[in-house]
């Protein structure tokens, strides 16, 4: 039934399946604990989450502690240089399936976009993300929504001349 609901051919919805086991290492998931290449994965309610980072002193300096560990991260794991546009979208992409921020895309060079968004402090948002991208960001538009931000410097890669 549920192959049926899905519109695709059993082969096609085992090869899908059989991708999203594969991309998202469900191989190394166990009872209790999820993981996702180098990281484990906690659950826990947006609401929550929102709470614990309001009661935080500085929410932008924490945050930017975390999008440049992050930085590094992507850049020592995956391959993946945040300050480049290119490796952003990829990077974009993965925060979108995986971390569950929200849906992040770069509409435009520099303007960065978070739908529906799971963090609703803007400082924090912010933080994060000028430490993700080594960026000096403008926040546009915060609401519960949406979260719109424009670089107004971005740092050069070590690898850029």
Partial sequence: MLINKSGKTTQKFFEDL?????????QLWKEGHLYHGHTRIVATRADFLNEII??????YSAAKKLGESTRTTYLS???LDTTKPADRARAFKRVTEIV???????LSPG???VESPAIHNEPFMRGYYEGFMSATLRTLQA???RIVFQAEK?????SQP
Avoid: K, Q
């Fill in 143 to 145: 609401t519960t929504d």
């Fill in 54 to 59: 309001h009661a935080l002193p500085d929410p």
């Fill in 154 to 158: 971005c740092s050069r890669s070590a």
């Fill in 100 to 106: 569950g921020f929200g849906v992040v895309s770069e």
């Fill in 18 to 26: 059989l991708h999203l086991y594969e991309a998202h290492d469900m």
């Fill in 77 to 79: 794991v995956r391959d």
């Fill in 111 to 113: 303007r960065i976009v």
